[in-house]
């Protein structure tokens, strides 16, 4: 099986592919404060991430969504909301963590699907 990765440090890579399949690391904010902005600026890198990886939000096939704080869950969805390809709503989980830094409000895992192996 081929395996590509994407965004190598010596920790972590931002994205393997193997078997049509694309798994995102957990994208955190690089920009914002609030949780609508924050998500914001993690769904456009998530955006970016499966674009380098011959995919998109339409073939999201998993999300998880780590918050710092469970009173972010509106604002939060707000965007993600608008996000979502419609029809196409991955299956997901939102559960509350203590995140890496203390200014990040949300984490998001992605797992997605290949364009071209969505039709085999």
């Known amino acids: 099986?081929?395996?590509?990765?994407?965004?190598?440090?010596?920790?972590?890579?931002?994205?393997?592919?193997?078997?049509?399949?694309?798994?995102?690391?957990?994208?955190?904010?690089?920009?914002g404060e609030t949780a609508a902005e924050q998500t914001?600026?993690?769904?456009a890198q998530t955006d970016?991430?499966?674009?380098?990886?011959?995919?998109?939000k339409a073939h999201v096939l998993d999300a998880?969504?780590?918050?710092?704080?469970?009173?972010d869950y509106a604002e939060m969805n707000g965007?993600?909301?608008?996000?979502?390809?419609?029809?196409?709503?991955p299956a997901r989980a939102c559960v509350e963590a203590r995140l890496a830094r203390p200014e990040w409000r949300v984490e998001i895992k992605i797992t997605a699907v290949k364009k071209d192996a969505a039709t085999a």
Do not use: K, Q
Request: charged residues 20%.
């Open 64 to 71: 998880v969504i780590y918050l710092r704080d469970m009173g």
């Open 40 to 43: 914001a600026d993690v769904l």
């Open 48 to 56: 970016r991430w499966l674009a380098e990886c011959g995919s998109d």
């Open 1 to 31: 099986m081929d395996i590509r990765y994407f965004g190598t440090t010596p920790r972590y890579s931002e994205a393997v592919c193997a078997g049509g399949l694309i798994f995102l690391s957990g994208m955190v904010p690089e920009n």
């Open 79 to 89: 965007v993600w909301d608008a996000w979502v390809a419609a029809g196409r709503t």
